[in-house]
């Protein structure tokens, strides 16, 4: 793979070891305080009795109906984040701790069981709503908040919750002056409340059994990375070269006063794609590859940028991008052929 071929040797001195093999612990990683703050933070919320008990895995997330957190194996060893950032864009640490409560929201709904309740489900709808990857978020919806990138509280009942509680477990996020026109304030308030009823209360499910454990993962280090890069997307042949070149110009050799334009572009990669994911909706992965496509066909096409230029050619490259993501959301594709 190409990009184990710019990695540290210390990195690739992992790459065939199994994950099952590497050791990796929560205790003593970087983790370990943030698992803490989350703790604290739902302390200070007045929940007591439950706190959700936490693994290593190969993603983010709780199996359903379990109340236990699963967080992806590489955030407990520097050198698999390292390595990580390269492939797929490593989690800042207020990237983690938004998953953190976001994941601590659905541990607590299948704890306390609040989904089978009447007025969890007017309010969020019936949990058992068929979960679809492949959603339509309403963009700028007031009636959902707004937490993980992605209207991401639009995917299912389960994750509005989940989103719901996370607003409201963030510290000074002042949910009831930034919500309180909205309609996902009635949420935010059930939220407050029935966690001041049933925060000091032992909940009905204390312990939820782990689903894929870091102890369980066979795989190799690089063929899990394999593995997740193997998912094509269809922005691999985008036909865009007219709309870069009418952006940037005709392909030239760079002059004293430019450089090389899909440099500019990688040095804004990460920032380009959580932007447009928060704001349009398109899944991460399909944004990431996206920007990415349109990256490797400036750096094809020898395109370049003018110092002064920069920031203009930057905003309309993000316009363009975002145009094409919200051409996949509402028509399937990227592009018309």
């Excluded at 209207?151 to 994750?159: F, I, M, S």
Aim: hydrophobic share 40%.
């Amino acid at each position: 793979m190409r990009v184990f071929d710019t990695i540290s040797d210390d990195i690739k001195a992992i790459l065939n070891t199994r994950i099952c093999d590497l050791g990796l612990k929560i205790e003593g990683s970087k983790l370990e305080p943030l698992i803490d703050q989350m703790y604290r933070e739902m302390q200070d919320k007045g929940l007591t009795k439950f706190h959700p008990g936490v693994y290593l895995s190969d993603e983010w997330g709780c199996p359903s109906g379990e109340p236990v957190i699963g967080i992806p194996f590489y955030l407990a060893d520097p050198r698999l984040a390292e390595l990580e950032s390269q492939v797929n864009d490593l989690e800042t640490e207020i990237e983690t701790m938004m998953y953190l409560r976001h994941e601590a929201g659905h541990a607590i709904n299948y704890a306390y069981k609040l989904h089978r309740t009447a007025e969890w489900k007017a309010l969020f709808g019936p949990f058992r709503r068929p979960y679809r990857d492949a959603y339509k978020p309403i963009a700028f919806s007031r009636r959902f908040v707004r937490h993980i990138a992605g209207w991401y509280a639009q995917k299912h009942p389960d994750e509005d919750f989940a989103e719901t509680f996370a607003v409201w477990l963030t510290p000074d996020s002042d949910w009831h002056q930034k919500y309180k026109h909205w309609a996902a304030i009635l949420k935010l308030e059930y939220v407050d409340r029935i966690f001041s009823e049933i925060g000091e209360r032992d909940p009905l499910r204390k312990r939820g059994r782990p689903d894929l454990t870091v102890d369980e993962m066979e795989m190799t280090v690089a063929e899990f990375y394999e593995s997740s890069l193997e998912q094509e997307s269809e922005a691999h042949d985008l036909a865009i070269d007219t709309d870069l070149i009418d952006i940037f110009g005709r392909p030239r050799a760079p002059q004293a006063d430019q450089r090389v334009a899909a440099d500019l572009l990688r040095e804004h990669r990460k920032t380009l794609t959580d932007k447009v994911t928060y704001w349009t909706g398109v899944q991460r992965p399909r944004a990431k590859k996206l920007v990415e496509s349109i990256e490797q066909r400036v750096r094809e096409l020898g395109l370049c940028v003018a110092a002064r230029r920069e920031q203009e050619l930057l905003t309309e490259v993000t316009v363009y991008v975002t145009a094409l993501a919200m051409n996949y959301l509402l028509r399937g594709k990227f592009v018309e052929r």
